[in-house]
């Protein structure tokens, strides 16, 4: 599995207001493009510092791609990229204060310890 590859994802998306929206309306297309795109860029570096052999695994491409915050949580991402990526992207569909971070940890109530390893 590819733990960094997959946080990277969750920080770089949450950072650009725009990503975040492009992400909302086209999963797996947003997932796609930064594969290709943004993946490989070494952060914090000059432009054209980059590496060539990161990739995300199908499973962690699938969840990303379906939005799905159980399985990326499974796979190692952490819940706090995910959980702050996903308030920015849905919570402004709930009329409820604090119902889409409930709903998330509901989701989330059948794991117990020891949880999904999430380090890098």
Same mark, same amino acid.
């Given at each position: ?9 969750? @920080?770089?998306? *949450? ?5 975040? =929206?492009? @992400?909302?309306?086209?999963? $797996? %297309? ?8 943004? $993946? ?8 054209? /510092?980059?590496?060539?052999?990161? $990739?995300?695994?199908?499973? =962690?491409?699938? $969840?990303?791609?379906?939005? *799905?915050?159980?399985? &990326?949580?499974? &796979? %190692? ?13 849905? /919570?402004?569909?709930?009329? /409820?204060?604090? =119902? @889409? !971070?409930?709903?998330? %940890? !509901?989701? &989330?109530?059948?794991?117990?310890? +020891? @949880? +999904?390893?999430?380090?890098?």
């Amino acid at each position: 599995m590819s733990k960094y590859l997959l946080n990277k994802f969750l @920080y770089t998306i *949450d950072r650009d207001a725009d990503l975040v =929206e492009r @992400y909302r309306e086209d999963p $797996a %297309g947003t997932v796609t493009w930064w594969e290709s795109e943004l $993946a490989n860029r070494i952060l914090n570096c000059p432009a054209g /510092e980059s590496s060539t052999w990161l $990739a995300l695994e199908p499973a =962690e491409r699938e $969840a990303l791609s379906t939005h *799905d915050h159980v399985r &990326l949580f499974e &796979l %190692g991402a952490h819940p706090f990229l995910t959980l702050t990526l996903f308030i920015a992207m849905f /919570e402004r569909d709930n009329t /409820e204060p604090l =119902e @889409y !971070q409930k709903a998330f %940890g !509901q989701r &989330l109530t059948r794991f117990t310890l +020891p @949880y +999904p390893d999430i380090s890098t």
